[in-house]
Each structure stands twice: as structure tokens, then as C-alpha cells.
């Protein structure tokens, strides 16, 4: 049995398709959660959690760069405005922060600046630390030192107009002394102390009015009130720390504007300036062991680049400047009961261990279930059924089981056994080297691989049988109806038996028969990313497809790359993109006696399409094989590779006497030397960009 909604797999283990379906599912999730807590002032899940969705869906981006949806949610701040308040735009956009998680983040940060900067390791990098507030984010408008008008972030470029509430908050200046420029917005945080936000709770309570969950939520629904009369018992407080449009510069750099605002009368924060790792490390601890006796709730540390030249020429990420980021305080954590372990087996076998928990609520949200990820996790926490043990919702969202507590272990507890066996087939379940997963050996007579393959099967960037989903696959498996792929195409065949099912029409039975039979055509990618060979995603098929472009000729060259030896085995290794272990998996596959049945009947139902290379007969680089190696400026690497395959080449990995261009960047090493001695053309980047400028 599957969990729903528990996103057990590691990013770096995910297939193509997962990542899609999980991309999509997040955009969607991250986009109610949006909603819910900028304009309806009424979150469902705790911030940490929230973040975590967030990095997840990152942490998919970055792996996928180009299953990045349009309306992914790493390029999108806040929610769009929505409520009765008129709409304002911001001059300049109100940005969000990347976050940090770890300490490793924060060196990251650190280093990714200082690159991006061109700093040496002598150069000293001033950067300032600062509380990260919980509250919510405005930009207040003044011309002519009066205040002229307040908005909030909105999606960060339209915001709402809030004024007149704004008008209320009794630490906000109204008139700013005479050195202040012309035009200036001041940004920053509104946000209610916890003792304030206590009182008004108990207040509401009295009146049986909603109560908040927390103080930014009161903050934000009380800075939202129609009625500014409402707002103005509120008590709410304001910190700047960061401004929008001004007419001339406030000054050299962040601290020294930070004490500018507090010169106007703005509260302001307590700021630390390091020069580096260490020094920010230990303002985050300072200010961490401060933040209990704060009066205000904060949940992390915000780390800016202090000289604004170096702010400017680092400029901004999608939704979020390059030279700050966020390093949020660690995730919660509770105390439960592992009751149970329970093993999942999956379409390529491997059987994963989830820890079946008493629920408990961390950080807003009740957890029942946790992933061991596989035997040695198990082993090296020593989890044991039974066991108390601390839980978190960590950095990917999965609940993850940190320690056990050993002083409430009972004494009669013994180690956990990871099975030998594989629960739904009996086979006997494999350990090989070097590898952390344990498989089921039983193959396709294991049903709950047979059953996930087939699933695969239908989905949606393989056959995409839309009448036919996962439930049916079920169904028509236990009834024996579909044991293989080709099963499925045969189904036509049993239309009477299923027609005396409950709840199969006649139209219902049509509808499954077109949605199969409009699919006995099929692209050859598709078709090789359907069969659901281990570690080939769309990506790995679509690369297949194009070197070999039929079935036959994919299938021929497998069989010979066996032999390592062979010129086969060397051109499949040569794809950009395909590795050794990949390779292997590929060639196993292909192997298989029974794979090969599978095969065969398939294309006895099937016509599959053959690979038809892109008519850029005009292209220069069309059908040529070339290898892009050492440091490029102009492109990321990822992105030099499509577009030569937009233009009609084959991307190989290394070089070879079949290689036709080499693009060599800096510091290019021994593929250069090799290409030289091979007589390859060689361009550099420039050279390669110009080749290509008109097409
Ligand atoms: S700087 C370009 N500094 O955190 C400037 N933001 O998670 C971007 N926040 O949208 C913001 N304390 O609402 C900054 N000291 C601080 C902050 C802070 C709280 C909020 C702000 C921002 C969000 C990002």
C-alpha cells in the first residue's frame, strides 16, 4: 500500500515523472498556502513547513531545470491582491528572500556572492546580520518628507493601499525631518509584539470575535481591516529595514541607511556586520540565544551584502535579491511512538522502509507516518518498533524520524531486521554492492512491481491512457485481465466480462477502448520511457530516441553493447547524459529474456514511430556530434546543450574520432588535448556563438 500525499522519495531519487507530477502537485499546494496566508490572513501550515514546500520544489527545479512550470512558484511573491482595498503598484518591485537552512547554506551564500563578485581570498566582504521578523512586509511612500501612501506587498508588484490603517501604527513617522530625499519608501516589517498579541486574542475571545493563530496573522489581519477605526486598536508596530523607489542615494551602505531611517524616528533592528562565515554564524547564535526574551516573535536571521555598489551589481534572482538571504531557525520537532514498520515496494523493487507513527502534530500539522529511506538509516539510528523517537519535518518536507530516545526503550526491545524478503512476492529481496536500496529479485512476478510498472505504463508522459488510470490498472490486474503491457491492448477482447462489473456502461467501456486504442501509435520515446527501465526518465528516452531512432536498431545496438568492449557500448556511454551506471541498467533491460517477450509482444499491437531528427537541413551543426567542455560565460552548460540540440546536434559527452566540433571554454583540459590530437575542429565560446548567431 501506497501513502498518499507523503512525498517519501529523495529528490535525488526521484524519475522525471515523479518530479513533474510532484512539480505540478507543489505549485498547486504552494499556491493555496499563498492564498490562505496573504490574503486570507489564515495559514493551514506552519511557516517552516511552508518553506520546506518551497525548497522542495526547488530542489526538483534545480535537478530538472527544464521541468520548471510556468507558473512555478520560485518565481512568484506572495499572492495577487484580492480584497476590497485599492490596488497600488510598486515603483520598484517588493522582493522576497532566498532561505538558508544549514550552516553549509550560509557558506554557499557566502561563496556563491564573493564568485559572483570576483572576490579573491584576500579581499574582505563586508556582510551584516539582522533578525528576520515575522510580521508582514510594507512600503511606505514619502514625497516631500510627508507620508504620502502605504502598500502592502501584494505579489510583489501590486500591492494594497493601506493608508489610511497605516496612518494608525504609532511608531510610523508622518513627516520625515528635511535631509530626507524627495521621493523615498521605506520597507519593512508591521508586526505585533507577543504580549500585545496575547491581550488581543483574550480580547476577542471575550467577544467570541476569531482569535489569531499567531502574531503575524493578527498583524496582517488587523493592518487589512476596512475600518481604520479597528486597526487603530491594534497595536501594531513597524521596523524598516529596506526601501524602494528614491530620488537620490541614502547612503554608502546597508548599515549606514539602517541608522539613517533610525535618525527619522523608525524603529529599527540591532545590526551585526562579519566579514565572514564565522562572524555571521556567530551573530545567528547571538541573536538565536536573544530571541525567548524578545518581545517579538522572529524566525531567523537575514544576511545582506553591506556596500550597496556590491548589492547593485549582484541584482536579483527571479523573486529574490542575490546579495541577501534568510537563515531561518531550525524546524521543529516532536516526541512520538514508532509503532509500526512497514515495507513499500516499488516499480523497480526497491522496498522502502516507512515508519507508521502515534500522530503527534509538528509545527501545525499532524504526522502519522515517517520514511526510514532503507536499511542502514535504520541501522544507524538503531530504530526499533517501539520506540519513542524525535520527529521533523525536514528540509524536504518528509517527516524524518531524528533519534530515538534510548532511556524509554523497554528492555525487551531487539534490533529491527530488514526482511529478506520481499512482503508482496516472497522473492528473495537483494542487497548488491555499493548500493543503499534493497530490491525484490522476483521481477515481474512480484505483483506490486508488475503492478507499478504497468501504472507507469498508462501514465501520463508514457502512454498517457487517461480512461485508463492507476485504480483500473488495479482492478483489471486482480482480475487477471492485465498481466504485461501488451495485456492492455488486448483488453477489447474481455469487453463482455467487463461489462458485467459494477459500474461499467457501455459508455464507459467505449470511452477505455478509444483511450486505447488512439494510443497503439506511439512516439518512440515514449514508447522507451513506458517500459519503465530503472534510472531512464523522459529526458534519458528522449536521448535514446534520437541516437538510435528505431526500436530495431535501439534494440540491435544493446544487444551488442553487453561487451564492454564493444564500439556499442563506447557510443552509448558517449551520450551526454548517459552514464555508466545508467548505461547498465539499460543494457540489463535489454537483456532480459523476458523483457525481450515483453518487447515483442508489444510491437505486435503496437506501431511505434521512429525518431525523425529535427529538418534543420539549413543548420550547420545538423547531425554533428559535438562536446562542450571547460568554464562557459555566456551560457550555463544546460543551456548551451539545448540549444545545439534545438539546432539539430547531438550533444556527446566526450570526444571521440566521431566528434565533429569541440566548444572549448577556459581552462578546457584533457578533452582538448584529446580533440587536438585527434584533428576535431575546435572553437572557443565566442567562435561557437558566432557559428550559430543566425540560426
Ligand atoms: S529584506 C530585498 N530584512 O521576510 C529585501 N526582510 O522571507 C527583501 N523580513 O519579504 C526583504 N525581516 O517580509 C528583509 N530584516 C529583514 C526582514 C525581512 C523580515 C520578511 C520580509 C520579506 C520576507 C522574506
Known amino acids: 500500500m501506497k501513502i498518499e500525499g507523503l512525498r517519501e522519495v529523495r529528490v535525488e531519487d526521484l524519475s522525471e515523472l515523479d518530479a513533474y507530477a510532484e512539480l505540478k502537485a507543489l505549485a498547486k499546494e504552494i499556491h493555496q498556502h499563498d492564498k490562505d496566508y496573504y490574503q486570507n490572513d489564515e495559514p493551514t501550515i506552519s511557516d517552516a513547513d511552508y518553506d520546506r514546500l518551497r525548497q522542495r520544489n526547488s530542489a526538483i527545479e534545480a535537478r530538472f531545470p527544464h521541468l520548471k512550470r510556468k507558473d512555478s512558484p520560485t518565481d512568484k511573491v506572495g499572492a495577487p491582491v484580492q480584497s476590497s482595498f485599492a490596488k497600488g503598484q510598486h515603483s520598484v518591485p517588493m522582493l522576497s528572500l532566498g532561505n538558508a537552512f544549514s550552516e553549509e547554506d550560509v557558506t554557499d551564500f557566502n561563496d556563491r556572492v564573493r564568485r559572483f563578485l570576483g572576490f579573491d581570498s584576500d579581499a574582505v566582504l563586508e556582510i551584516e546580520a539582522e533578525p528576520k521578523i515575522d510580521g508582514l512586509s510594507l512600503s511606505i511612500r514619502y514625497e516631500a518628507g510627508k507620508l504620502k501612501y502605504a502598500l502592502t506587498r501584494g505579489d510583489g508588484s501590486v500591492g494594497e493601499n493601506v493608508t489610511q490603517n497605516v496612518m494608525t501604527i504609532g511608531n510610523i513617522p508622518h513627516q520625515l525631518p528635511d535631509d530626507a530625499p524627495d ?16 491581550t488581543l486574542n483574550q480580547q476577542q475571545e471575550e467577544k467570541g470575535a476569531k482569535v489569531f493563530a499567531n502574531p503575524r496573522n493578527a498583524a496582517a489581519g488587523s493592518l487589512r481591516q476596512l475600518d481604520s477605526e479597528i486597526t487603530k486598536t491594534r497595536p501594531l508596530k513597524f521596523f524598516a529595514y529596506a526601501w524602494g523607489e528614491v530620488s537620490e542615494q541614502l547612503g554608502e551602505t546597508q548599515s549606514d541607511i539602517i541608522k539613517r531611517f533610525s535618525s527619522w524616528g523608525f524603529d529599527t533592528y540591532d545590526i551585526h556586520v562579519a566579514n565572514d562565515v564565522k562572524g555571521l554564524l556567530s551573530a545567528y547564535q547571538t541573536i538565536q ?118 532511556e ?18 516472497g522473492s528473495h529481496a537483494i542487497r548488491e554492492e555499493g548500493e543503499a536500496a534493497t530490491r525484490c529479485t522476483g521481477g515481474l512476478i512480484c505483483p506490486a512491481q508488475a503492478v507499478e510498472r504497468l501504472k507507469h505504463f498508462v501514465s501520463r508522459n508514457a502512454f498517457d491512457m487517461d480512461g485508463l488510470g492507476a485504480k483500473n490498472i488495479e482492478k483489471f490486474w486482480q482480475n487477471g485481465l492485465i498481466k504485461t503491457p501488451a495485456d492492455i491492448f488486448r483488453l ?6 467487463i461489462a458485467t462489473w459494477e459500474g461499467w456502461k457501455e459508455k464507459s467501456i467505449e470511452n477505455l477502448k478509444k483511450s486505447i486504442e488512439d494510443k497503439r501509435k506511439i512516439a518512440l520515446d ?39 568492449e564493444s564500439s556499442a ?59 562542450f567542455t ?57 567562435e561557437w556563438q558566432a557559428f550559430i548567431a543566425d540560426l
Open 569 to 627: 557500448y563506447e557510443d552509448l556511454i558517449n551520450i551526454d547524459g548517459i552514464g555508466q551506471s545508467m548505461a547498465q541498467d539499460i543494457i540489463e533491460f535489454f537483456e532480459e529474456s523476458h523483457n525481450q517477450d515483453v518487447l515483442e509482444d508489444l510491437k505486435s499491437q503496437l506501431s511505434i514511430i521512429d525518431f525523425i531528427p529535427p529538418t534543420t537541413s539549413d543548420s550547420p551543426v545538423a547531425g554533428k556530434i559535438v562536446v
Open 183 to 198: 521621493i523615498v519608501e521605506v520597507r519593512g516589517e508591521v508586526y505585533m509584539d507577543k504580549n500585545d498579541f496575547a
Open 630 to 686: 571547460g568554464t562557459l560565460h555566456t551560457m550555463t552548460r544546460s543551456e548551451a546543450k539545448a540549444k545545439a540540440e534545438n539546432l539539430g546536434a547531438k550533444v556527446s559527452g566526450s570526444v571521440s574520432k566521431k566528434t565533429d566540433i569541440l566548444i572549448a571554454g577556459d581552462s578546457a583540459g584533457s578533452k582538448r588535448k584529446k580533440a587536438e590530437e585527434l584533428g576535431v575542429q575546435i572553437m572557443n565560446e565566442e
Open 526 to 564: 515514449r514508447f522507451i520511457y513506458a517500459l519503465g527501465i530503472r534510472q531512464v526518465g523522459q529526458a534519458t528516452a528522449k536521448l535514446l530516441a534520437k541516437n538510435y531512432l528505431n526500436l530495431d536498431a535501439l534494440q540491435t545496438a544493446m544487444k551488442e553493447a553487453c561487451n564492454p
Open 408 to 425: 524509554q526503550r523497554s528492555e525487551n526491545s531487539t534490533p529491527y531486521e530488514f526482511p529478506k524478503t520481499c512482503p508482496e512476492c
Open 492 to 497: 477489447k477482447d474481455h469487453q463482455a466480462t
Open 289 to 406: 540565544t536573544n530571541r525567548a526574551s524578545l518581545p517579538y516573535d522572529i524566525d531567523g536571521v537575514v544576511y545582506k551584502v553591506n556596500r550597496l555598489d556590491l548589492q547593485a551589481r549582484l541584482g536579483m534572482i527571479t523573486r529574490s535579491p542575490r546579495w541577501a538571504i534568510a537563515h531561518k531557525f531550525p524546524a521543529e520537532q516532536a516526541q512520538t511512538i514508532l509503532e509500526a514498520i512497514d515495507i513499500q515496494v516499488g516499480r523497480t523493487g526497491v522496498l522502502t522502509p516507512v515508519a507508521r507513527l502515534k500522530p503527534i502534530t509538528v509545527g501545525g500539522v499532524v504526522v502519522s507516518n515517517a520514511t526510514l529511506h532503507n536499511d542502514d538509516e535504520i541501522k544507524r539510528k538503531d530504530i526499533r518498533i517501539n520506540d519513542h523517537v524525535i520527529i521533523q519535518r525536514a528540509g524536504d518536507v518528509i517527516p524524518q524520524v531524528v533519534s530515538v530516545i534510548l
